[in-house]
């Protein structure tokens, strides 16, 4: 490598070095301090060592290494992660798997590839262009998180409504156990015997082990796609829509909702014609046969109209498809040009209560003083209300955190649930007994104690506890000078 | 976000505070940065950089080795500009932070001879000449980052004035290939322009200057650019660096007249292809096949890539790198400064040019831009100017393959 | 209505128990431990929501009583078993639908678990909403843990629209062939000359690939799926005669009955120290071993 280093002195350092190398240890402040964070907005982490390795070898000696120093480790991908899943809690090893990015075998018959965690989601898709084949799960960052963390966080995306989270995609998993011991949980094609130890390692965001190969199923393109776009003057109407697509009896491959303040921030880059002085627009995708595409795109039009929708315009070609998803995909860049921060709440309610939650939240926000913004996954109930605020203002954190949980609270009273696809992390744990009893809790601490008997995989994430984390340990009280 | 002249964070390093708070950690730009890409390291991607920043501008790190070397492994070229969603100003964060660093660091030696070197046109020419001798005997070490075959002839053109457009000639190309600009000045006529040459006078846009966080330098060079070049006429520029570099002459400087002269300044592609008509016909020669290289300062700095395919489409056939433009590691001085680093950039990029020679049948790549000419050359691709290409077509001229 | 309440209390806290469901596949993974309390979850339907496609349900309700619920309104679950079956036995089993390639697998339907723990508490895994990620996905673990790891009593189940048109098809030919001719077929089986596929979606969608099929294969339409042999395995790469495979789900169905693969010595250790982590007196469905099914 091009940087020349001097031995370290201190003795876990060294020994990560001589079984890796020392070009795959980082003890510096700067790494420390780089990795002491991840995409959400918690501060105060604090990584010990940082490890890069490249192979499932080097992953468990790392694994094992810290174990012998008495070190828990954290487990991380590209970073992306919006609750902190990889933000480090008392000096752990941090083990980084962005060096491992090969993608191994891709079997076109039989529709699997085998990839290695640190493989960009999109990167995967991109290699697959010319096969026909795809990897289903779209999460919204899929051109920078990584496969690792989309099964520790078991991702979503748009068009998981139709195709189905991460999890349905992932077939096997190679596991560094958090003793050091490797594993496959899991088999290429179908269930494994025994218990679904692959579905319960999905989603363990780090806490169960290390992935270190995967094996993912690949997706057939579909034949034809029609891409819709719905515009309302009120986001009842919107909602009422997408409960009675549903109920019409269609899964749409996608079925996205924006609010107005999002559609006025992302017109001018997107230049998709979204109509500015609508309160809502839906974008619906329909996918699959010809004859099927065609008869869904219609009954939806009709429902939609029968609901109130102003227009339906359906994309004509394929660069009209585009610039409808640019601006959805965009949202983000769009949010900058009001305020430079935001942050990003993630929660899922029954479909049949969009309108009354999203006017509730809005008028969380409007209570705070905050500008909020609805951009989400509106065909499975999964809400993304961005706060978007200056950080420098002062007090203004306050209020986000207390606007956060109001919402939180209000999803959980019309029946929802926490997270549908960004988990657990530090960021919501404290919430977790909103939701389930102590019971139901002990019932997935039996399995967390069961991959890790001694508590060292990606300490004080998912379930609440009494332990502390250094200043993580609750939202509120992040340091001044919080960044988002 | 607001304009360039809204506060300062008042820092260790002083940068603009919008532009420092525009980061939100999203990540969406780590694959963007071929430094990340190659490392996997987040010292080396934009986002870190940016934290670093905010650390030691805050106080709340020091400026040590590490910290230094995560901002001089940068090859800004602005690829996590064009990717990121919230449109942080990469390029002037990490040109400010340039500038903060060697207010208090020596630049390498190494760099400020040939920064020296660059804006005294007759030394650099007469260096060139021996380089060019000792590399026809042999002398040279086979990987230095120099063109193929380096011109023995004095290739000095007199600065031509009283042309409809100015071709700025620079430094480095006006020494180490010439013909470049010949072909270039002879598409333009062929179009109909009569072309004067900015030539000695105007010398260095001072591109390096600027990396190096030399803003002082950088600026002068500047000014005497600007002196030498008064005609309110286009400025045409065949070498992508040096074109961004002019554009920003706006920023740098900060007066009236620096805005309005960036504003003159075009790529010579973009030039053509805003007329593409009066282009002449292809008459001799056959059609071939060229693998499009974009370079960081067409794609990300100047965005206008789209240009040069514009203007080869009637001569030749263009393929595409599966890439997404991801940076070949030249990087103006870079692949001097970091040369593991920068050629293991270029594995990617050589990796890329392969998967599509294999599937086109393409053999030549071409790129706007010398910088990354000579870096992919030196690792054994012939590499030619997209302009070379044209006028070969226009009139059966030969040569100007930089590889070997 | 019988409730989970009273499922709970009839479990209690104390000896070992075992569910009965429909007692369809009562041997599989080992008879109950002799001693074993029987106990019947509860039965019947508790809500439907069609415009959600969610259903809440007694896990000793009949499967054919919800498929013909949910019929009512065009949906359908992917859940499959024998006549009698129940929803909380085919989940216990574990063993995906025929038409998994359309539907799904079984473990992928289940949205939240309601069960008496070993302690004799209910607690409750997932959630009500068709999509989450909020803590441990303890559904997908107890989706074919045979009742080992906490007895369902209620579950809330995702449903799917019913396809318009079904239709099988069957003749010589290769899978590659079929899956080349077909956008997604919910079903392909093979005996290594002869294959059989299932069509379905939208009516004109249907024709079309069956045209596509008959004209470039020559396959011909069946009017009922082919007769499984009685015995499942999984598949090893090599087609034993009278057998067939079901294309992509890794399951062979065989005239003789073969013994299940034996875990790794890590995934072995892992899963015992998840049943003993959940079960630590050993008092759930003791006797039986989801390792001991084959398939
Ligand atoms: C702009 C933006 C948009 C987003 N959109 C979506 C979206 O649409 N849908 C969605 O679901 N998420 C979304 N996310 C969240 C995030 O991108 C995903 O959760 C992603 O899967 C995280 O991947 P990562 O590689 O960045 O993981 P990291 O952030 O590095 O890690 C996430 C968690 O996974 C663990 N982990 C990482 N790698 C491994 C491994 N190999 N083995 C075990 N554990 C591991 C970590 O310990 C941590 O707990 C978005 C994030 C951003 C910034
Ligand atoms: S520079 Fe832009 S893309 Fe990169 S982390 Fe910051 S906001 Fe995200
Ligand atoms: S300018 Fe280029 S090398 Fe520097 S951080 Fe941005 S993408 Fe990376």
């Known amino acids: 490598m091009w940087w020349t280093r001097r031995r370290s002195t201190d003795p876990l350092t060294r020994d990560l070095e001589a079984a890796i190398g020392a070009d795959s240890v980082e003890g510096g402040a700067s790494a420390r301090l780089l990795y002491s964070r991840d995409g959400s907005i918690i501060r105060g982490g604090k990584a010990g060592v940082v490890c890069l390795p490249g192979s499932t070898e080097q992953v468990a000696a790392c694994v094992r290494i810290a174990r012998a120093h008495g070190r828990a480790f954290v487990p991380r991908g590209a970073g992306t992660g919006l609750t902190g899943g990889a933000v480090p809690c008392d000096d752990p090893v941090v083990i980084a798997t962005t060096r491992m990015d090969r993608i191994l075998e891709v079997d076109v018959d039989r529709r699997i590839a085998w990839v290695e965690p640190g493989v960009v989601n999109l990167d995967l898709t991109s290699h697959l262009a010319g096969t026909g084949l795809h990897f289903a799960p779209d999460?919204?960052?899929?051109?920078?998180?990584?496969?690792?963390?989309?099964?520790?966080?078991?991702?979503?995306?748009?068009?998981?409504?139709?195709?189905?989270?991460?999890?349905?995609?992932?077939?096997?998993?190679?596991?560094?156990?958090?003793?050091?011991?490797?594993?496959?949980?899991?088999?290429?094609?179908?269930?494994?015997?025994?218990?679904?130890?692959?579905?319960?390692?999905?989603?363990?965001?780090?806490?169960?082990?290390?992935?270190?190969?995967?094996?993912?199923?690949?997706?057939?393109?579909?034949?034809?796609?029609?891409?819709?776009?719905?515009?309302?003057?009120?986001?009842?109407?919107?909602?009422?829509?997408?409960?009675?697509?549903?109920?019409?009896?269609?899964?749409?491959?996608?079925?996205?909702?924006?609010?107005?303040?999002?559609?006025?921030?992302?017109?001018?880059?997107?230049?998709?014609?979204?109509?500015?002085?609508?309160?809502?627009?839906?974008?619906?995708?329909?996918?699959?046969?010809?004859?099927?595409?065609?008869?869904?795109?219609?009954?939806?039009?009709?429902?939609?109209?029968?609901?109130?929708?102003?227009?339906?315009?359906?994309?004509?070609?394929?660069?009209?498809?585009?610039?409808?998803?640019?601006?959805?995909?965009?949202?983000?860049?769009?949010?900058?040009?009001?305020?430079?921060?935001?942050?990003?709440?993630?929660?899922?309610?029954?479909?049949?209560?969009?309108?009354?939650?999203?006017?509730?939240?809005?008028?969380?926000?409007?209570?705070?003083?905050?500008?909020?913004?609805?951009?989400?996954?509106?065909?499975?109930?999964?809400?993304?209300?961005?706060?978007?605020?200056?950080?420098?203002?002062?007090?203004?954190?306050?209020?986000?955190?207390?606007?956060?949980?109001?919402?939180?609270?209000?999803?959980?009273?019309?029946?929802?649930?926490?997270?549908?696809?960004?988990?657990?992390?530090?960021?919501?744990?404290?919430?977790?007994?909103?939701?389930?009893?102590?019971?139901?809790?002990?019932?997935?601490?039996?399995?967390?104690?069961?991959?890790?008997?001694?508590?060292?995989?990606?300490?004080?994430?998912?379930?609440?506890?009494?332990?502390?984390?250094?200043?993580?340990?609750?939202?509120?009280?992040?340091?001044?000078?919080?960044?988002? | 976000m607001t304009g360039s002249s809204s506060p300062r964070t008042g820092g260790v390093l002083d940068l603009r505070d919008d532009a420092l708070a525009s980061c939100v950690a999203c990540g969406l730009c780590l694959p963007h940065c071929p430094t990340y890409r190659v490392t996997g390291d987040e010292r080396r991607s934009p986002r870190g950089r940016i934290a670093l920043m905010r650390a030691v501008d805050e106080g709340a790190t020091a400026p040590d080795a590490e910290w230094l070397e995560a901002m001089d492994t940068c090859i800004l070229c602005r690829g996590c500009e064009t990717a990121c969603p919230s449109a942080v100003p990469f390029g002037e964060l990490m040109s400010d932070t340039r500038a903060a660093v060697t207010r208090t660091r020596q630049v390498p030696l190494r760099l400020r001879v040939g920064l020296a070197v660059l804006v005294r046109p007759r030394l650099l020419r007469g260096l060139s000449r021996i380089l060019a001798l000792l590399q026809r005997l042999?002398?040279?070490?086979?990987?230095?980052?120099?063109?193929?075959?380096?011109?023995?002839?004095?290739?000095?053109?007199?600065?031509?004035?009283?042309?409809?457009?100015?071709?700025?000639?620079?430094?480095?190309?006006?020494?180490?290939?010439?013909?470049?600009?010949?072909?270039?000045?002879?598409?333009?006529?062929?179009?109909?322009?009569?072309?004067?040459?900015?030539?000695?006078?105007?010398?260095?846009?001072?591109?390096?200057?600027?990396?190096?966080?030399?803003?002082?330098?950088?600026?002068?060079?500047?000014?005497?650019?600007?002196?030498?070049?008064?005609?309110?006429?286009?400025?045409?520029?065949?070498?992508?660096?040096?074109?961004?570099?002019?554009?920003?002459?706006?920023?740098?400087?900060?007066?009236?007249?620096?805005?309005?002269?960036?504003?003159?300044?075009?790529?010579?592609?973009?030039?053509?292809?805003?007329?593409?008509?009066?282009?002449?016909?292809?008459?001799?020669?056959?059609?071939?096949?060229?693998?499009?290289?974009?370079?960081?300062?067409?794609?990300?700095?100047?965005?206008?890539?789209?240009?040069?395919?514009?203007?080869?489409?009637?001569?030749?056939?263009?393929?595409?790198?599966?890439?997404?433009?991801?940076?070949?590691?030249?990087?103006?001085?870079?692949?001097?400064?970091?040369?593991?680093?920068?050629?293991?950039?270029?594995?990617?990029?050589?990796?890329?040019?392969?998967?599509?020679?294999?599937?086109?049948?393409?053999?030549?790549?071409?790129?706007?831009?010398?910088?990354?000419?000579?870096?992919?050359?030196?690792?054994?691709?012939?590499?030619?100017?997209?302009?070379?290409?044209?006028?070969?077509?226009?009139?059966g001229k030969q040569g100007g393959a930089h590889g070997r | 209505m019988r409730g989970i309440e009273d499922f709970r209390d009839e479990v209690g806290p104390t000896g070992p128990v075992c569910v009965r469901g429909g007692g369809t596949r009562w041997e599989l993974g080992g008879t109950p431990a002799h001693g074993s309390r029987e106990v019947r979850a509860p039965a019947g339907v508790v809500a439907f929501d069609p415009a959600e496609m969610t259903v809440v349900v007694g896990a000793g309700t009949p499967l054919g009583e919800l498929v013909e619920v949910l019929a009512g309104h065009g949906q359908e679950v992917a859940l499959e078993g024998p006549a009698g079956a129940t929803v909380g036995g085919v989940l216990a089993v574990g063993r995906s639908s025929l038409r998994r390639l359309r539907v799904g697998a079984v473990r992928d339907a289940l949205l939240q678990a309601d069960c008496v723990g070993a302690d004799g508490s209910l607690f409750k895994a997932g959630g009500p909403t068709v999509k989450n990620v909020t803590g441990y996905d303890l559904c997908r673990l107890l989706v074919g843990s045979l009742g080992t790891l906490g007895l369902i009593g209620q579950v809330i189940l995702r449903t799917w629209p019913s396809p318009e048109r079904t239709l099988w098809m069957q003749g010589s030919g290769t899978p590659e062939a079929v899956r080349n001719l077909c956008y997604r077929p919910s079903s392909v089986l093979w005996d290594g000359r002869r294959v059989s596929v299932c069509l379905e979606g939208y009516g004109e969608d249907v024709e079309a690939e069956a045209a596509a099929l008959g004209s470039h294969l020559g396959l011909e339409v069946v009017a009922t799926a082919p007769t499984l042999p009685p015995h499942r395995s999984r598949w090893t790469g090599r087609l034993a005669e009278g057998s067939l495979l079901e294309v992509g789900t890794g399951v062979v169905h065989g005239p003789v009955e073969e013994p299940a693969p034996e875990p790794g010595p890590g995934v072995a250790a892992l899963a015992a120290r998840i049943r003993s982590g959940f079960d630590p007196g050993g008092r759930l469905n003791p006797g039986r071993d989801p390792y001991r099914i084959a398939a």
């Open chain 2, 138 to 395: 042999h002398l040279l070490p086979g990987r230095l980052p120099l063109p193929g075959r380096l011109p023995m002839r004095d290739p000095r053109q007199k600065g031509r004035v009283g042309g409809e457009v100015v071709l700025f000639t620079g430094c480095v190309m006006d020494a180490w290939q010439p013909e470049v600009h010949a072909a270039v000045e002879e598409v333009l006529e062929a179009c109909g322009a009569t072309v004067s040459r900015s030539g000695d006078a105007a010398g260095c846009c001072g591109a390096l200057h600027a990396h190096a966080g030399l803003e002082g330098a950088a600026r002068s060079l500047a000014e005497r650019v600007m002196a030498a070049i008064p005609e309110q006429v286009p400025v045409l520029v065949d070498s992508a660096g040096c074109g961004a570099t002019l554009r920003g002459y706006g920023s740098l400087v900060g007066t009236p007249e620096a805005a309005a002269f960036s504003a003159r300044v075009q790529d010579v592609h973009e030039w053509l292809a805003a007329d593409i008509d009066r282009m002449p016909a292809a008459t001799v020669g056959k059609r071939s096949t060229v693998i499009v290289q974009d370079p960081c300062h067409l794609r990300h700095a100047q965005g206008c890539h789209g240009s040069v395919r514009t203007v080869l489409a009637p001569y030749a056939d263009t393929v595409e790198l599966d890439d997404e433009g991801l940076c070949c590691g030249a990087g103006g001085a870079f692949s001097v400064l970091q040369p593991e680093l920068a050629s293991e950039v270029r594995l990617r990029k050589t990796a890329s040019i392969r998967r599509a020679m294999a599937t086109t049948g393409a053999e030549a790549v071409v790129s706007a831009n010398p910088g990354c000419a000579i870096h992919l050359a030196a690792a054994g691709h012939v590499v030619r100017h997209p302009l070379e290409v044209v006028a070969e077509r226009i009139r």
């Open chain 1, 139 to 484: 999460p919204s960052s899929q051109q920078a998180c990584s496969i690792g963390g989309n099964v520790a966080n078991n991702s979503g995306g748009p068009h998981c409504l139709l195709y189905g989270v991460t999890s349905v995609h992932v077939t096997a998993v190679e596991v560094v156990l958090p003793d050091g011991e490797v594993v496959v949980l899991g088999e290429e094609e179908g269930d494994a015997v025994g218990y679904d130890l692959r579905g319960a390692f999905v989603g363990g965001e780090g806490t169960l082990g290390i992935a270190t190969r995967i094996a993912v199923r690949l997706t057939p393109d579909p034949p034809e796609v029609r891409t819709l776009l719905l515009d309302f003057t009120t986001i009842e109407e919107a909602a009422e829509t997408v409960s009675a697509v549903i109920a019409a009896g269609i899964v749409p491959a996608a079925l996205e909702l924006m609010d107005q303040q999002v559609v006025q921030a992302v017109e001018p880059f997107a230049d998709a014609g979204y109509p500015l002085d609508a309160a809502a627009v839906l974008i619906v995708e329909l996918d699959g046969l010809p004859a099927g595409a065609a008869r869904e795109a219609e009954s939806v039009a009709a429902v939609a109209r029968e609901c109130g929708a102003r227009t339906v315009r359906i994309a004509e070609d394929e660069e009209e498809r585009a610039r409808i998803w640019k601006g959805r995909k965009g949202a983000f860049g769009a949010i900058a040009n009001i305020k430079p921060s935001y942050y990003l709440h993630d929660t899922v309610i029954p479909r049949t209560r969009l309108a009354e939650v999203v006017t509730g939240v809005n008028a969380i926000a409007e209570r705070h003083g905050l500008i909020v913004m609805n951009v989400f996954h509106a065909g499975d109930g999964n809400l993304h209300p961005l706060l978007v605020f200056d950080h420098r203002e002062p007090g203004v954190m306050d209020h986000v955190f207390a606007a956060g949980e109001e919402i939180v609270r209000l999803s959980l009273e019309v029946g929802g649930v926490l997270s549908g696809e960004h988990g657990i992390g530090l960021e919501k744990r404290r919430f977790m007994p909103l939701l389930f009893s102590p019971e139901d809790l002990a019932a997935q601490r039996a399995l967390r104690d069961a991959f890790d008997p001694d508590g060292v995989a990606n300490p004080h994430k998912v379930l609440p506890s009494g332990a502390s984390c250094g200043d993580v340990q609750d939202l509120p009280e992040i340091p001044e000078g919080v960044w988002v």
